[in-house]
């Protein structure tokens, strides 16, 4: 069974930084697309940035170009997003997402704010 737990999240000031861990489970990774989403209340979720488990190609949402950073660490089975510069509007739930095909595994999230 697959498990994703996010950690990482927290309250920063508008400017700040903070990172973001998914540590995966329960099967071998090396075919799957690993992304991070959020939801900020009253919104939809959405896309975040996204890395291929195995190239290590990434792709980014144009509102956090340049200032978050997605890797992994396949070692370690755990994928971040390093996020910096933050802004009041980054301010979200962030999820953790496992693709493989028509196979979607979600984490639980973990809130991020970012007071102005």
């Known amino acids: 069974q697959v498990q994703l737990v996010e950690s990482g999240g927290g309250l920063v000031q508008a400017g700040g930084s903070l990172s973001l861990s998914c540590a995966a489970s329960?099967?071998?990774?090396?075919?799957?697309?690993m992304s991070w989403f959020r939801q900020a209340p009253g919104k939809e979720r959405e896309f975040v940035a996204a890395?291929?488990?195995?190239?290590?190609?990434?792709n980014y949402a144009d509102s956090v170009k340049g200032r978050f950073t997605v890797s992994r660490d396949s070692a370690k089975n755990t994928v971040y997003l390093q996020m910096n510069s933050l802004k009041s509007e980054d301010t979200a739930v962030y999820y953790c997402?496992?693709?493989?095909?028509?196979?979607?595994?979600w984490g639980q999230g973990t809130q991020v704010t970012v007071s102005s």
């Open positions: 997402k496992a693709n493989y095909g028509r196979n979607n595994y």
């Open positions: 329960g099967r071998t990774f090396s075919s799957y697309v």
């Open positions: 890395i291929s488990w195995s190239g290590g190609t990434t």
